[in-house]
């Protein structure tokens, strides 16, 4: 006996149901994978969006110190001492680089830094989204479970995490 791959004892394709045609049956599976790839190229986007994002939050981050480092170093400055820069230099969005007071630099970064962490939240939300709408063309792994699968998309910032685990490593301690 020969190995069979396409056809069966019927000499029919396999992929082909009773009263569906085998042109029709192409056609879905052909739909089904390029909505599968849309939903994973979408993924893929969102996924690249929260790289740079969290860059950009980074950077910020180590911009925001720098000046609150100086800042910490003028109030503390004995007489001898060097005088931090009253003014700061920023890097602005098209090549234009903008002199400014360390407090107008500051208040900058702050408000920049906050619009980051709103686009990072609706791109985490952007993402899970595009998660589930890949499960839903069937492009997750079977050895995925719907449970995992719900409860990465359901899951939800929790800032109090660090003190409730905090609580219960302490309370373990003490037995």
């Known amino acids: 006996r020969s190995l069979r791959l396409a056809r069966g004892p019927s ?15 192409m056609e879905q599976l052909k739909t089904g994978i390029q909505q599968a790839e849309v939903a994973a190229e979408a993924l893929k986007l969102t996924t690249k969006t929260g790289i740079e994002l969290d860059r950009r939050r980074q950077g910020n981050r180590e911009c925001l110190r720098a000046l609150r480092k100086q800042d910490i170093a003028l109030a503390e400055r004995q007489p001898g001492d060097p005088k931090p820069p009253a003014n700061s230099f920023q890097f602005r969005p098209g090549g234009v680089i903008c002199r400014m007071t ?22 985490e939300l952007a993402k899970k989204k595009a998660l589930k709408n890949l499960n839903d063309k069937g492009g997750v792994p079977d050895t995925v479970g719907q449970g995992l699968l719900n409860a990465f998309v359901n899951l939800k910032a929790n800032n109090s995490g660090k003190k409730q685990n905090e609580e219960d490593s302490g309370s373990g301690d003490d037995a």
């Open 102 to 123: 360390r407090g107008e630099a500051l208040h900058s970064l702050e408000q920049d830094q906050q619009r980051i962490e709103n686009d990072i939240m609706e791109n």
């Open 11 to 25: 000499r029919r394709p396999r992929c082909v149901r009773e009263g569906v045609p085998y042109g029709l049956a």
